[in-house]
C-alpha cells in the first residue's frame, strides 16, 4: 500500500520513470544500425558521453554506499573519495583519448574486441573468455542494481519491494533494448542533472538547517567517538596505512577496466570533443563528490549515531526529512537515476559482448547490420530477465558478488588494458594469464581472511599485473601484427 503522504512523491517518480521510457521509445523508432546501437555511431556529442559516463560510474553506491560510510565515519571518510576522485581524473586525462583513437584504427566496439584484435593468435580464447567473465559478474551485478530500485522505492513511497522491483526493471530493460547505446547515453544525461542537483541542493538545505538548530558540526564530529573529527580517523602507523590504502584502492578499478564505461570513451568522435567531455566530467565529478562528503558530515550534526537505522539510508532520510514532498520526488529519483544508468549500461555491456565479439566474431556468423541489432535486443531482454529473477530470489548471493565485482571486473581488464597501452612487449598469452588470474584471484580472495588484510580492489590489479608481464616475457608473441588491420564488414 502506497502512504497517502505519499503520493506526491510517487507520482513525480511515476512522471521520471515515463520520461526514460520515452526517451527510450524515441530512439527505438529510428532505423538504427549496428554501430548506432553498439556505440551510438560516433555520432553522440562530447559532453553527452561525458554526463553519461559519470552517471554510469557512480551508481547508487554514491548515493547510499559512500554517503553512509562519510556519515559513520567522520572527516577521515574523504579517503574513499580521494582514491575513486584520483582514478577518474586519470582515466579521463590519460586513458580517454587512446581509447577513442585505438577504436578507430581497429573499428572494434567492445572492449574485449579490441584486445583480441590486438592479439589475433589468442583471438578466440580473449573473446570467449572475456565475455564468460563479463556475462557472469554483469548478471548478477545488474540482479544487485535491480534490487536497489525496488527497496529505494519502497522506502519513500510505500510500494512493495517486489513490485517496486519488477516495474522499474522493466523499463530499464524497455529502454535499453528499443534504442541501445543511443537511449542509454541520452537517459543517462537525464539522470546526472538529477544527481548533481541533488549534491548542490542537499548539503545547502541541510546547512541552513544546522543553522538554524545553532548546531556545531566540530562538536557532533567529536561526540561520535570514534576519531570522526580527524581527517586519519585518529590513526597512526601500521593502522593508518591499511586504511588510507583500502580506501585508495578503489583507485585502481577505473583504470580503463570497466567496460561499461569504456565505451563511452570508445564512443567519443574527436579530440575537440574529447576535451570537452574532459572538462564537463572533472567537474561533475567534483561537484558531486564535494556535496557527497558534506552530505554525510552534515547529516552526522542533523542526526546523531543510531538515530537512523539504516546508515546508508541518510540521505533518502535527509531528503523526506528536509525537503517539501514536491521537491523529495525530484531528489528521490536522483537515486533511481543513479542505480539506473548503471543497469542500462551494464545490460549494454551483456549485449555487445554476446552478438559481437561470441556470435559474430567468435562463431563467425555473418549477420546484415539489421540482424545484429535484432540479436542484440533479444540479448537485452534475455540478460535483464535473468538478472530480474536474480534480483527476486537471490538477494544474498547477489551481494556477495556485487561486493567484490568491482576487483574482478575492473582491476582484471584493467591490468590487460594498461599493459596494451603502454608496454609494447605485452604479449596475447600475457593478456590471457592477466584477465585469468585476474577473474580468480578477485573470487578466491574475497573468500577469504586474505580479504581482512588486503583488500581484492588491491591485491587483484597487482597479481593480474604480475601474471601479465611474467607470461609476456615467458611466451612472447612470435610476430609483430601491423596495426593496420582490414575492417570486417557485416
Known sequence: ?????????????AIYLSAMLGIGFYFGKKDLDHSDYFLGGNKLPGWALAFSERATGESAYMFLGAVGFIYVTGLSGIWIL???????????????????????????????????VKYPNHSHIIRWISSLI??????????????????TLYSISGVDVTWGTIIISVIIIAYSCMGGFMSVVWTDVVQSFLMVATFIVVPIVAYIEIQSQNLSISQSLIDMDNGGNSWIGGLSGVGLGVMLFANFSWFFGWLGGQPQLSSRFMALTDEKEAKTAKVVALAWTLVVYLGAFLVGIFGSALYKQGTVADSEMILPHMLSDLLPPWATGIFIASILAAIMSTASSQLMVITTSVSEDVIHKSLGIKLTSKSLVKISRITVIVGGVLGLILALISKSLIYTVVSFAWAGIGNTFSVAILLTFFWKRTSG??????????????????????EEIITSRASTFFIALLAGV???????????YKSNVKTETV
Open 1 to 13: 500500500m502506497i502512504d497517502a503522504g505519499n503520493y506526491i512523491v510517487f507520482f513525480e517518480v
Open 134 to 151: 563479463i556475462g557472469i559478474f554483469f548478471i548478477f551485478y545488474i540482479s544487485g542494481q535491480f534490487a536497489g530500485t525496488g527497496k
Open 429 to 450: 598469452a600475457g593478456i590471457v594469464a592477466a584477465i585469468v588470474t585476474g577473474f580468480i584471484s578477485a573470487i578466491v580472495w574475497a573468500s577469504t581472511p586474505l
Open 82 to 116: 580521494f582514491g575513486m576522485f584520483f582514478g577518474v581524473v586519470v582515466s579521463w586525462l590519460f586513458l580517454a583519448e587512446k581509447f577513442m583513437s585505438e577504436r578507430k584504427k581497429y573499428n572494434v566496439y567492445t572492449l574485449s574486441d579490441y584486445l583480441a
Open 470 to 480: 611474467i607470461f609476456s616475457l615467458l611466451m612472447p608473441d612470435k610476430k609483430v
